[in-house]
């Protein structure tokens, strides 16, 4: 086919790029010249010229001669001007309008192994990576992709299929955000799992949290079997195939259907949030003096094969989400066929992941840690976790591509913190939103905590030292331990280093 794709966004990207790879002729089209792209898409467009895309940039009116296809990128109003042609072009049968369900038959062709995809709101990268460590440690060749490798997936899973990835390895593990599984859906997936759906990303939902569940469960589309979070039980129902996991909550007992009471001796403090009430899952987690354990019973669930029911226990170092999210982890592994063994060891060997509650160090006495929480629940589950020691809270400008509620925010980490240092650079976009600082200051109810706004996150880790003392924790919040994590970690241990200084 000689093929174009209008728009060199994020979702025309990835698609001219696999159809290039698999022989079409094709053209990417965007109104903006390549000097406008941000640098990294700019080099992203490039090597996509060399592999053979023909670049059209800085046109408003791309040209058709010669064309038979027709990619459209979602963000492309119907109502431009382009679009008529487009429209009139495709009525006449002069043009074929590429889908985004023909893209995702296209994926699904080339990753020819077995597949295990993860989504959800919060906790992917690290079930993810947990995953990955199981099937790593258990003799499997994996490929995996998370937001540790870039903060657009689309683009890296599609880099893999271009590498040849696929076939040099036995197993895929992908994480898949909301975004890229409008190309993703119908990738035949072995085992699917399903975190958690919160409350988020709704700017680009007009504002529906129906539509966004309904993106979310895209992910059992194309999947033999759904490994679902107990959180997101209300948005999904009881979907055919579904094994539910929980942490510290009532196990299934898929033959009385009564739910049995879990271990309640554990340390580790349960979430705020009630979405696990009423809950009844076939995998409940527990984790006791330093021992990480699960109780399954999987009995009549479908494509489940292996151990039916059972108990695993194994050390485990990480704590707080990592706890649920290894379980989750732990669930898919299952329900694919590994035995009890394999899981054991492949947790007991995985440290976690940079940025994702990373320890950073001692600092004259304080503890520091690196998160990317940015969401109501990521809050509660990270700041929970130091229910008895002071908490210096550096909290980064929330909002990415969309704006988040500031105020709600800021209400919920007063309810830790105290003191709460707010930076108004968004590490994300790259520019300073001085409003972000009052806006979560409005949120904060208790006149005891002292809070401080500064324009970046350097001098925020500076005053952290000033304000803190021995014994006391310094912990970062916000979305660039995801999206700029070596700048962002750059930047506030600058400060924490200069305040060490300055502050003896």
């Known amino acids: 086919m000689n093929c174009i794709v209008m728009g060199a966004g994020n979702a025309g990207r990835p698609v001219a790029r696999i159809l290039n790879h698999i022989g079409n002729k094709v053209m990417i089209t965007d109104s903006k010249n390549l000097k406008e792209f941000p640098e990294k898409v700019q080099e992203t467009l490039l090597k996509m010229e060399k592999e053979g895309v023909e670049l059209q940039l800085g046109l408003n009116t791309p040209d058709f001669s010669g064309v038979d296809s027709v990619y459209v990128s979602p963000v492309i109003s119907k109502k431009a001007p382009v679009m008529e042609e487009i429209t009139r072009k495709i009525e006449n049968k002069e043009l074929k309008l590429i889908s985004q369900e023909d893209v995702s038959d296209i994926i699904n062709d080339l990753i020819d192994i077995d597949t295990i995809g993860i989504t959800g709101t919060v906790g992917k990268t690290s079930t993810t990576h947990a995953i990955s460590e199981i099937f790593k440690n ?20 599609i880099d893999g299929i271009v590498k040849g990835l696929p076939q040099e390895n036995d197993i895929a593990v992908l994480e898949i955000p909301h975004g890229t599984l409008g190309i993703m859906f119908k990738v035949h997936l072995n085992v699917a799992v399903l975190t958690n759906i919160y409350i988020d990303h709704l700017d680009e939902f007009e504002n529906s949290m129906e539509k966004y569940a309904a993106r979310k469960r895209m992910i059992n589309c194309s999947s033999d079997l759904l490994v679902a979070g107990a959180p997101s039980r209300k948005y999904i129902g009881d979907f055919k195939d579904t094994v539910f996991y929980c942490f510290n909550e009532p ?17 580790s403090k349960k979430s705020e949030t ?9 995998v409940s987690g527990y984790f006791e003096n330093g021992t990480l354990g699960l109780k399954y019973n999987l009995k009549g669930v479908p494509h489940v094969s292996g151990s039916k029911s059972g108990e695993l226990k194994t050390s485990f170092k990480p704590l707080g989400y990592y706890l649920e999210n290894s379980i989750g982890a ?14 054991e060891n492949g947790l007991s060997k995985f440290d976690g992941v940079p940025g994702r509650l990373e320890y950073v160090g001692d ?34 400008n929330f909002d990415t591509a969309n704006s988040r509620d500031k105020q709600k925010l800021g209400e919920v980490v007063a309810r830790y913190a105290n003191v709460m240092i707010c930076s108004a650079y ?11 600082i009052q806006e979560t200051f409005k949120g904060v109810e208790d006149p005891n905590i002292l809070k401080i706004g500064v324009d970046c996150l350097k001098t925020a880790g500076e005053l952290s030292i000033k304000y803190s003392k021995p014994g006391d924790v310094i912990i970062h919040v916000g979305p660039g331990a995801i999206t700029r994590y070596d700048s962002t970690k750059f930047k506030m241990m600058s400060g924490i280093k200069e305040g060490c200084k300055k502050y003896e």
């Open 138 to 157: 258990a003799g499997y060749r994996v490929w995996m992709c998370s937001s540790r490798m870039g903060n657009l997936l689309s683009e890296t899973i």
């Open 251 to 267: 196990e299934f007992d898929s033959d009385s259907e009564n739910v049995e009471g879990s271990n309640s001796d554990d340390t």
């Open 274 to 282: 009630p979405e696990h009430e009423n809950s009844r899952c076939h």
């Open 330 to 343: 732990a669930t898919a592994a299952l329900c694919y066929g590994l035995d009890e063994k394999s899981i």
């Open 363 to 396: 600092y004259k006495g304080r503890e520091v840690y690196l998160d990317p929480s940015h969401v109501i629940e990521g809050f509660i589950k990270t700041l929970s976790l130091f229910p008895d020691r002071n908490l210096i809270v550096l909290v980064e």
């Open 426 to 436: 968004n590490e994300t976009m790259g520019r300073l939103d001085r409003h972000v």
